[in-house]
């Protein structure tokens, strides 16, 4: 209680001790009910409400107002777009629905013209049909002198070519089903400005103009029409085709030639033929010259049967004779000779056979026992191997063979290609093989034990690009070289698989390549008519690759012109002075590398000259033709 007392004196101030004391007591009782409030002046509630708002959040009062304002606004904005867009999109599908509506429409137009085209062509061949039966009738009937079959015409009033029988061979169809026929097979009229011919067409009795069919080219569509798959021609036909373009009308055409022409023609005797059409129409001669009187259907006598046309502007330098003609039972597609001369590989349909150089007796015909049944199997691209114990095979089944001649067997398969392989071609020590085929790739072999060493794709996109139509291995096999549909030359390192470049400078497809012997130039043949020959000297000593996209037109040396049609193939003389050239025109001429310009023009063949290869070992010259004969030439300096 005096602790107590003491603190109520302490806060009563100066009052007597005893009031203290008693007042402190009751304040003491009081404490506990209950304080007394505070002054109403003082009340905190009170003074709370009567002070204004602080300015900080009335500001953000008014900044939440601004930001709904403009939320709102963005919202009417998202929503006017997506109105336009929809009203978009309907018109869009409406317009997506009007042209799937044209394109149906326009397949069946397409549909439609396939249809009477098919009608039309089964129509033409009755009527060829009936044609060559009424040339064979007359062919019979007459015993005498005969003269060259009327220029008949068709029911549409359209001339019609004897020679039409033939469907262009697989090798001049060529090369790439897949993208096969960008143009259909039509009757071609020889044209240009150039001062000399290099190959006069044939004229009938009548003066009507004898053309070939013209080479059906690469197109992207992925279907080939029946009527332009290649099918051999039989033996009568070929006959007829002989008859239609009798060696007297080239003499004549020789002789009528204008002495404005500055070509000047000279024939060449042959000096061995195997199985050729000049030996029998000599035979024939020979008897009817004895006394003996002529089968009716033993052919009429016959002069040679190829010409050699010089270009008068340039001394000639080249002297060019026929030494064996080998007749094949289809079209054949390709010829290559063993790296020492002494053979002759060529291919046809469902077979390759070897034939020595110098007798030009058949050495062996390779054909797979396991391919059977009806249909063509056209051999495309045949290569030797170096030590010229193997010969691989390339053909339509998209399969490579490798052949071991001696024993006549398959001692290797290389799958994996995805269309037609349409070249070949090893390294020159033997390790490598390079493929090219439709499938719009370069594959790179590995010849001892079959691997795949790289493919090597004509575009990035795997599923898009040009297909391949022939490759070539420089001479240290350190590049390979591939021309294609999109009329690029492309050269790939074989053993980093990089492109190191693209030429370009062709204007139509590019159908064969070559490498000279120094590996330092190319040359390039194309279905512009037209040979490029390349520097490849900046790209061979160039440190740094350049990308697949360069380009480089600065690097072609010279363009030859001359032929009157499509060039199918070019190869390379051993000491790299001569380039040779096969063409639709059906000449092969031959171009001097170093002055640039053509030495002479040799007419050989009836139809395309399809395949050409120079001999690396020997003066010798092959050729491969639509007319079912491969032949083999020498080419001599004067």
């Known amino acids: 209680m005096v602790s107590v007392g003491s603190l109520g004196t302490v806060a009563a101030g100066s009052a007597p001790t005893s009031a203290r004391a008693s007042s402190s007591q009751s304040m003491a009782h009081a404490q506990p009910m209950a304080a007394s409030p505070p002054p109403a002046s003082v009340h905190p509630l009170s003074s709370a409400a009567s002070m204004p708002p602080p300015p900080s959040q009335a500001l953000w009062s008014t900044r939440l107002v601004d930001l709904l304002n403009l939320v709102r606004h963005e919202f009417d904005v998202i929503g006017n777009d997506a109105m336009h867009f929809k009203s978009q999109r309907v018109e869009l599908e409406h317009r997506i629905s009007q042209q799937i509506n044209e394109v149906a429409l326009m397949q069946e137009h397409v549909y439609e013209l396939e249809k009477r085209h098919f009608e039309m062509v089964e129509q033409y061949e009755d009527e060829i049909k009936r044609l060559h039966a009424l040339l064979e009738d007359r062919a019979v009937s007459s015993v005498g002198a005969r003269e060259a079959p009327p220029h008949s015409t068709t029911r549409a009033g359209a001339p019609v070519d004897s020679r039409s029988a033939y469907v262009m061979p697989p090798a001049s169809q060529a090369y790439d089903r897949e993208e096969r026929e960008r143009m259909l097979p039509a009757m071609s009229s020889v044209s240009g400005d150039a001062a000399w011919h290099p190959a006069k067409r044939t004229k009938t009795a009548h003066g009507a103009p004898l053309v070939p069919s013209d080479a059906p080219r690469l197109r992207p569509d992925d279907r080939e029409p029946k009527h332009l798959a290649p099918s051999p021609t039989s033996s009568r036909e070929r006959n007829e085709e002989e008859e239609a373009s009798p060696p007297e009308s080239m003499q004549e055409q020789l002789q009528s030639t204008p002495p404005e022409s500055t070509l000047s023609a000279s024939r060449k005797v042959p000096r061995a033929e195997s199985g050729s059409a000049p030996q029998e129409g000599a035979a024939s001669a020979q008897s009817a010259k004895d006394g003996g009187e002529a089968e009716p259907s033993a ?34 597609c390709c010829v290559r000779f063993s790296p020492d001369g002494k053979y002759l590989a060529t291919g046809c349909n469902r077979s390759a056979q070897i034939f020595t150089t110098d007798s030009g007796e058949k050495v062996c015909e390779l054909q797979d026992p396991a391919v059977s049944g009806p249909g063509d199997l056209y051999i ?99 590049l390979v070289a591939a021309g294609a549909l999109d009329t690029f030359v492309r050269l790939w390192d074989t053993k980093t698989g990089k492109l190191r470049c693209r030429l370009k400078g062709h204007r139509d497809s590019i159908y064969s390549v070559c490498f000279m012997r120094d590996g330092q130039s190319l040359v390039s043949g194309s279905l512009d008519k037209t040979l490029k020959l390349w520097d490849l000297a900046p790209i061979l000593q160039s440190a740094d690759s350049p990308d697949d996209e360069v380009t480089n037109a600065s690097l072609c040396k010279a363009t030859f012109t001359g032929h009157k049609d499509y060039v199918l193939s070019v190869s390379c003389s051993p000491d790299s002075r001569w380039i040779a050239s096969g063409s639709k025109d059906r000449c092969v001429q031959f171009w001097d590398a170093e002055r640039c310009q053509t030495q002479l023009v040799l007419q050989g063949h009836k139809n395309s000259v399809i395949a050409i290869h120079l001999s690396p070992a020997k003066r010798l010259l092959a050729t491969g033709s639509g007319d079912f004969n491969a032949r083999i030439w020498t080419y001599e300096d004067k």
């Open 299 to 332: 052919p009429p006598a016959k002069k040679e049967d190829w010409s050699v046309m010089h270009n008068p502007s340039t001394k000639p330098m080249l002297d060019v004779g026929l030494v064996h003609t080998f007749t094949h039972n289809s079209v054949v």
């Open 380 to 478: 495309r691209s045949v290569c030797f191997s170096p030590d010229g114990k193997l010969l691989a095979t390339g053909a339509e089944d998209r399969q490579i063979r490798i052949w071991d001649i001696a024993e006549q067997k398959i001692t290797m398969l290389l799958t994996g290609h995805k269309q037609e392989i349409y070249s070949l071609e090893f390294s020159q020590d033997g390790q490598i093989l390079a493929s090219g085929s439709g499938d719009k790739t370069v594959r790179i072999w590995e010849v001892a034990s079959g691997k795949e060493l790289h493919v090597l794709h004509t575009s990035p996109g795997q599923n898009y690009g040009p297909g391949v139509t022939t490759v070539t291995l420089s001479p240290d096999g350190g």
